[in-house]
Protein backbone atom coordinates (compact mmCIF):
# COMPACT_ATOMS: atom_id res chain seq x y z
CA UNK A 1 0.00 0.00 0.00
CA UNK A 2 1.31 3.17 -1.15
CA UNK A 3 1.59 6.29 1.84
CA UNK A 4 -0.07 9.45 2.05
CA UNK A 5 3.70 10.85 1.17
CA UNK A 6 4.44 8.33 -1.71
CA UNK A 7 0.82 9.10 -3.21
CA UNK A 8 1.87 13.16 -3.58
CA UNK A 9 5.30 12.97 -3.87
CA UNK A 10 6.19 9.54 -5.62
CA UNK A 11 9.85 9.60 -5.28
CA UNK A 12 12.15 8.78 -2.97
CA UNK A 13 11.16 11.68 -0.64
CA UNK A 14 7.92 10.27 -0.01
CA UNK A 15 9.53 7.16 1.02
CA UNK A 16 12.01 8.42 3.21
CA UNK A 17 8.97 10.48 5.16
CA UNK A 18 6.64 7.77 4.93
CA UNK A 19 9.36 5.26 6.73
CA UNK A 20 8.72 4.66 10.32
CA UNK A 21 11.85 4.75 13.14
CA UNK A 22 12.45 2.34 16.41
CA UNK A 23 12.44 5.15 18.54
CA UNK A 24 9.96 6.42 21.08
CA UNK A 25 9.03 8.50 18.70
CA UNK A 26 8.35 8.36 14.91
CA UNK A 27 8.64 10.33 11.51
CA UNK A 28 5.80 12.76 11.80
CA UNK A 29 4.28 11.47 15.38
CA UNK A 30 3.75 15.24 16.73
CA UNK A 31 3.26 17.36 13.47
CA UNK A 32 4.20 16.71 9.82
CA UNK A 33 4.16 18.90 6.63
CA UNK A 34 3.77 18.56 3.27
CA UNK A 35 4.92 21.60 0.62
CA UNK A 36 3.62 22.11 -2.63
CA UNK A 37 5.60 24.24 -3.95
CA UNK A 38 4.11 24.65 -7.41
CA UNK A 39 0.96 25.31 -6.21
CA UNK A 40 2.11 27.55 -3.42
CA UNK A 41 -0.22 25.36 -0.66
CA UNK A 42 1.08 24.10 2.87
CA UNK A 43 -0.76 20.80 4.32
CA UNK A 44 -0.47 20.31 7.82
CA UNK A 45 -1.22 17.89 10.46
CA UNK A 46 -1.02 17.81 14.14
CA UNK A 47 -1.22 14.83 16.76
CA UNK A 48 -4.15 14.36 18.66
CA UNK A 49 -4.43 16.48 21.74
CA UNK A 50 -4.80 14.88 24.99
CA UNK A 51 -8.79 13.80 25.63
CA UNK A 52 -9.24 13.52 21.93
CA UNK A 53 -10.42 11.49 19.38
CA UNK A 54 -8.88 9.95 16.60
CA UNK A 55 -5.47 8.46 15.59
CA UNK A 56 -2.55 10.09 18.22
CA UNK A 57 0.27 10.25 15.32
CA UNK A 58 -0.46 13.69 12.76
CA UNK A 59 1.15 11.41 9.82
CA UNK A 60 -2.65 9.46 10.29
CA UNK A 61 -4.97 12.97 11.02
CA UNK A 62 -6.24 15.01 8.58
CA UNK A 63 -4.68 17.61 6.98
CA UNK A 64 -5.21 21.03 6.95
CA UNK A 65 -3.71 23.26 3.43
CA UNK A 66 -2.74 26.83 3.67
CA UNK A 67 -2.64 29.18 0.62
CA UNK A 68 0.84 30.05 0.90
CA UNK A 69 0.35 33.12 -1.63
CA UNK A 70 -2.73 34.73 0.59
CA UNK A 71 -0.83 34.01 3.94
CA UNK A 72 2.72 35.72 2.30
CA UNK A 73 0.53 38.36 0.80
CA UNK A 74 -0.48 39.42 4.56
CA UNK A 75 0.65 43.00 6.00
CA UNK A 76 3.17 43.03 8.58
CA UNK A 77 2.12 43.45 12.10
CA UNK A 78 2.41 47.32 13.27
CA UNK A 79 4.59 47.48 16.63
CA UNK A 80 1.87 49.03 19.35
CA UNK A 81 3.29 52.30 20.86
CA UNK A 82 4.72 51.84 24.13
Not at 4 to 20: C, E, M, W
Not at 58 to 76: G, N, V, W
Amino acid sequence: MRSFYQDRLGTNIGKAHSKKRDDAFSLGDVHTVVYDHAAMKMYVATARPDGGAGPLPAYQRQFTALDMTKLFSEPAPEAEAA
